[in-house]
């Protein structure tokens, strides 16, 4: 302040720049040591915010991630203990195999075993402890009493029986009861996770958090002894603030929360904390996470901040002082010359400005400044049309190339397509007889029989099961009285023997060629075994990556729900924009998932069908009334129509299904009636009695399925507008999971539709007798 007065002292009197170099350098300094202090106080306290929900969220996570590993292992060992080849009656080898097997897929599991009820270990994998007593352990006691989770203990039996390791060996028990066929109990199914599963999950979530933060990660059981953290904190019982927060507040125990608290060892931490309440099915143990770190260390950004705010606020008011002493200079200098630098940018010649002291040669420079703006402005402007220029080449460049990739690929193509229609299949040739007439070589090494041994033999006797054969005998017979079978002329897969008893699974082609008395069948085969091995394998690879995909996209998709309901506070309208359509399409792809573990299940035979003889009319009423909310808002009708007597209780169509899964199928055809409908029109489900039979249809007025698609409808994956961009939403395995479901039932599925007319999916399931409302079997208890 001396420095300008005196600044002040040596100008004329009553000077305007020294008034607005004054005025600027006053302003300058108060407004920025005001917002400085204002800003250091509110970031204080944001930091300070900051930091303990970050502990919090770290604690949150944890939990979270311990909670859900334990629900995966507690639902895998349930349905470990359904399953059919560790049943009481399998082998004991195999029964070992399988326990191998399963402990072989996840590493952390130290020991599985199936004890009878007299707590003898019959079968464990690698025959660990078999023979050995476990009716006094825990695990054993409490599975019988239907506690599946015992909390963590250290080895016993298994100590010696382990590798060494460098902690002591701990242990989380997982056990449920083995059923026989009848349901009944039959001895226990025990799984020992290990203890380091937590401790990797903890070294997970704080990975890089310990170095950078010095934040140290807690496991405590529900009486407070901790069961993973520092090695001197191991084993001891804590008496903390946020212990009792943890289990105390409700808010707390949804989401976590944080406190300072001085520990035994003297020190102060800040403490995050959460508590775990089990997930899905799991109850849970009560374990409580604590991530703690020093109070100094936690808060030394907060110190830092406050040290660079009062350098910033500084040398701010320093800088901000000068400048306006050098701006209100400038601004001041005579304005003489503003008319001439104006006459010459109206005349369009460049406006040079020149150095000197004449008056208002401020304006002269913003003039010049302007000018050199302009010019500037011009010369990017031709530079960006020179690039575009060069771009355009390079795309084309890249079109050219991407014609010539394409050309290649087409090349391949054909070249295959050539491979393909040489390649030799099976061939035999059968009369209207069924005896074989022709043979080829490659059906000899197929099928074991050589031409001279196959001609003049049945081909039913010769190369059908003996359990198809009737069904064989009975297509030939119907041929020759009406003359088609559903076969002819289409592919479909068949099981054959060899001539040394073996099965083969071959893709087999049936044709009718040949006059009328010398009408012959032309039967092509091609064997399928390694397309089943692969699509086993496939189906196998597919059904693990979704089910490893769905724990994290469930955890994406929840996250992108909360910032959609601000729980991070008011989002910009784009981000809400971006976050809306990302959740959902989290929500689709997690639903992609379950239906595509919907078909894998399916086909291992591990989708229970508990099958009961009832009336199908309150199925498909609750299935219209669930689809009503739906169809409203696409402004669609439904409607349900019954055949005379389909709704009374005497005369009501039944058959022997499982209701939810009917019921699924009957959702999966409306969900897709009401999407391909448009508005205003009216989607009708009718129930129709049948000789030995019960119809359930679904019918539409859109615009039907495209003559192209038809045969591709009850594919996977297979959608009638398959585009990126199309309007319609979906998986393409609607379908397909319905045709498995009817299937299962023994029934069928198919439809009819006309272009520009609608479509009606027609379901036939046996007809059952309505007196006989008891249950008639069960699905496969995988």
Not at 257 to 279: C, F, I, K, N, T
Not at 532 to 557: C, D, G, Y
Request: charged share 20%; with cysteine.
């Amino acid at each position: 302040m001396p420095f300008s007065l005196a600044f002040l002292r040596r100008l004329p009197p009553r000077a305007l720049s020294a008034w607005m170099a004054l005025a600027f350098s006053l302003l300058s300094i108060v407004l920025t040591l005001v917002l400085t202090a204002a800003i250091e106080r509110k970031a204080t306290e944001q930091v300070k915010t900051s930091i303990g929900h970050g502990l919090a969220e770290l604690a949150a996570q944890t939990s979270d991630k311990l909670e859900r590993g334990m629900y995966e292992r507690y639902r895998e060992v349930a349905l470990i203990a359904q399953r059919a080849d560790l049943g009481p009656d399998a082998p004991h080898a195999q029964r070992r195999a399988a326990l191998d097997r399963v402990r072989a897929s996840y590493d952390y599991y130290s020991w599985i075993g199936m004890a009878g009820m007299d707590g003898t270990v019959q079968v464990a994998a690698q025959g660990l402890l078999e023979g050995a007593d476990v009716s006094r352990r825990p695990w054993f006691r409490d599975a019988l009493r239907g506690v599946h989770a015992g909390d963590v203990h250290d080895a016993k039996l298994l100590a010696s029986l382990l590798p060494r390791q460098a902690e002591p060996l701990r242990f989380v028990d997982v056990a449920f009861p083995w059923l026989d066929a009848a349901g009944a109990p039959r001895g226990v199914l025990g799984v020992h996770l290990s203890w380091q599963w937590a401790r990797d999950v903890e070294r997970s979530v704080m990975r890089g958090v310990t170095q950078r933060r010095q934040a140290q990660a807690l496991i405590v059981d529900a009486g407070g002894t901790v069961l993973l953290g520092p090695r001197a904190l191991l084993g001891t019982r804590l008496a903390l603030p946020s212990l009792g927060a943890a289990q105390a507040d409700a808010k707390a125990a949804a989401d976590g929360g944080y406190l300072v608290e001085r520990w035994p060892d003297g020190a102060s931490y800040l403490v995050g904390y959460m508590r775990g309440h089990g997930y899905g099915a799991y109850p849970g143990l009560g374990w409580t996470v604590l991530v703690r770190q020093n109070v100094a260390d936690a808060y030394a950004p907060v110190r830092r901040l406050r040290e660079y705010g009062l350098v910033a606020g500084v040398l701010l008011a320093a800088l901000f002082s000068l400048a306006g002493v050098l701006v209100a200079r400038r601004i001041t200098r005579p304005l003489g010359e503003l008319a001439q630098a104006a006459q010459q940018i109206r005349a369009g010649q460049p406006a040079a400005i020149e150095a000197g002291h004449g008056r208002y040669t401020e304006v002269r420079a913003l003039a010049g400044a302007l000018g050199a703006l302009v010019d500037d402005l011009v010369r990017r402007r031709a530079e960006l049309e020179e690039l575009n220029a060069t771009l355009e080449q390079r795309v084309g460049q890249r079109t050219r190339e991407l014609e010539q990739a394409l050309a290649t690929v087409r090349a391949s193509e054909q070249r295959v397509a050539v491979i393909l229609e040489t390649a030799q299949d099976a061939f035999i040739r059968v009369d209207l007889q069924g005896l074989v007439r022709d043979w080829n070589p490659a059906a000899e090494q197929m099928l074991g029989w050589t031409r001279a041994q196959a001609l003049g033999r049945s081909v039913a006797e010769l190369v059908v099961p003996e359990q198809f054969r009737p069904l064989t005998r009975a297509a030939l017979r119907q041929f020759l009285q009406t003359g088609d079978h559903e076969i002819v002329g289409q592919r479909v897969e068949r099981v054959l023997i060899t001539r040394d008893g073996a099965e083969v699974p071959v893709e087999m082609t049936t044709g009718v060629a040949g006059t009328a008395d010398g009408a012959f069948f032309s039967i092509f085969l091609h064997d399928i075994s390694g397309r089943r091995q692969v699509e086993r394998m496939k189906n196998e690879f597919v059904a693990t990556v979704s089910h490893e995909l769905r724990t994290p996209l469930t955890s994406i998709s929840a996250s992108l729900a909360m910032l959609a309901d601000g729980m991070a506070g008011d989002l910009p309208p784009a981000a809400r924009g971006l976050v809306g359509v990302a959740n959902a399409s989290s929500e689709r792809l997690i639903r992609l998932i379950g239906d595509v573990l919907d078909i894998q299940k399916m086909e291992a035979g591990r989708t229970p069908i508990e099958r009961t003889v009832q009336p199908l009319a309150p199925i498909a009423v609750d299935a219209v009334a669930a689809m009503r909310g739906f169809a409203a808002q696409a402004g669609v009708a439904l409607a349900l129509d019954a055949s005379d007597g389909a709704g009374a209780s005497e005369a009501a169509p039944c058959a022997a299904v499982d209701r939810d899964r009917i019921t699924q199928v009957l959702t999966n055809l409306l969900s897709n009636a009401v999407k391909f409908s448009s508005p205003g029109t009216t989607v009708h489900t009718r129930i129709e009695a049948a000789p030995g039979k019960v119809r359930l249809a679904v019918a539409d007025q859109g615009a039907g399925i495209p003559e192209d698609f038809r045969e591709r409808v009850f594919q996977r994956f297979a959608q009638a507008d398959a585009a990126d961009s199309r309007r319609k939403g979906g998986t393409g395995l609607g379908l397909s999971i319905c045709k498995a479901i009817v299937e299962e039932h023994g029934g069928t599925i198919r439809f009819e539709s006309r272009s520009g007319e609608g479509t009606t999916f027609i379901v036939e399931l046996p007809a059952a007798p309505a007196t006989d409302m008891a249950v008639v079997a069960h699905g496969n208890a995988s």
